[in-house]
């Protein structure tokens, strides 16, 4: 009995003894600890209000939860929403902002400043983001996911998030039609819609009841952060009470745009395609669209 105590000792003065095995038994210690006192990490507390294969809008207790409470639950209506999202664009950055900062060496460049959203991604958004809002609570932000697949089992992703605070609708966009480089880009933008996946190439420009909330210089250098946009959106303009529903506005052509009857509609194509509206928005959609022809 002596000799197996001794060597027992003997075996746990060599164990400590030596440093790796010393800082295998404090990391073990530390993470026994850190499980009995509960500072393991946490899920974020979230509940989806929609989602489908490719797509999804989800109500999120955020970091920001600890610094402020938003102004929820809060009625924006679809309309407004979906006026506010069509007056986003996106515009390159210019290439010598892109080519002497490393980080966005490898990030593709948009070729033109363009519209940031099409006609079906604004209707999907508008319309869950409007309903998120309104069930939302003062902790929780309404994030949103949108994996348009590509061939080679590739996709684009858009993903961001919003909340109201003081009467101003907060919108940020963390990735803009991002190109993945295999599943684990999806699934961690699934995860954590703000998660920015690399540094655009692209500056979000918010119409003129906006403004864009300027990013920490040295924090966003060394960790991308979604690009941040505020709207007092009590100032958008309102169209007259006999204008037409949600689904005409975006279904007539925007003749500032120069867009052709074919083109549209191989818009709307690819939008039931890629599984962004259904068939019956489809449907609804292409026949308003060609009524107005």
């Known amino acids: 009995m002596v000799n197996v105590l001794g060597r027992s000792r003997s075996g746990f003065i060599d164990m400590i003894a030596s440093p790796s095995r010393c800082f295998m038994v404090m990391a073990i210690l530390t993470l026994d600890i850190c499980m009995t006192l509960g500072c393991s990490p946490t899920t974020p507390v979230s509940r989806m209000t929609f989602e489908d294969q490719h797509r999804f809008v989800r109500l999120e207790v955020t970091a920001r939860a600890n610094q402020l409470n938003h102004s929820h639950p809060a009625t924006v209506s679809e309309l407004t929403l979906a006026k506010i999202l069509g007056s986003f664009t996106v515009n390159p950055r210019p290439a010598s902002s892109l080519e002497n900062n490393f980080a966005y060496m490898a990030v593709p460049r948009l070729p033109e400043s363009s519209p940031a959203f099409s006609p079906a991604v604004i209707a999907f958004l508008s319309k869950h983001l409007s309903q998120a809002l309104q069930g939302a609570t003062p902790l929780e932000e309404a994030l949103f996911f949108i994996e348009d697949p590509q061939p080679q089992?590739?996709?684009?992703?858009?993903?961001?998030?919003?909340?109201?605070?003081?009467?101003?609708?907060?919108?940020?966009?963390?990735?803009?039609?991002?190109?993945?480089?295999?599943?684990?880009?999806?699934?961690?933008?699934?995860?954590?819609?703000?998660?920015?996946?690399?540094?655009?190439?692209?500056?979000?420009?918010?119409?003129?009841?906006?403004?864009?909330?300027?990013?920490?210089?040295?924090?966003?250098?060394?960790?991308?952060?979604?690009?941040?946009?505020?709207?007092?959106?009590?100032?958008?303009?309102?169209?007259?009470?006999?204008?037409?529903?949600?689904?005409?506005?975006?279904?007539?052509?925007?003749?500032?745009?120069?867009?052709?009857?074919?083109?549209?509609?191989?818009?709307?194509?690819?939008?039931?395609?890629?599984?962004?509206?259904?068939?019956?928005?489809?449907?609804?959609?292409?026949?308003?669209?060609?009524?107005?022809?």
């Open 153 to 293: 089992d590739t996709a684009l992703l858009t993903s961001g998030g919003c909340y109201i605070q003081e009467g101003r609708l907060h919108f940020q966009l963390a990735n803009y039609r991002h190109p993945t480089i295999g599943k684990m880009e999806i699934m961690q933008a699934r995860a954590n819609p703000l998660k920015v996946l690399s540094h655009p190439g692209y500056d979000l420009i918010p119409g003129p009841t906006g403004t864009v909330q300027p990013l920490p210089v040295w924090e966003n250098l060394i960790t991308a952060l979604p690009q941040h946009v505020i709207i007092d959106y009590g100032h958008t303009p309102q169209e007259p009470t006999t204008q037409k529903p949600l689904e005409d506005s975006l279904g007539v052509p925007d003749q500032s745009a120069h867009k052709t009857l074919a083109e549209q509609l191989r818009e709307l194509e690819q939008a039931k395609h890629d599984r962004l509206i259904t068939e019956e928005e489809y449907q609804s959609l292409r026949t308003k669209l060609l009524d107005t022809y």
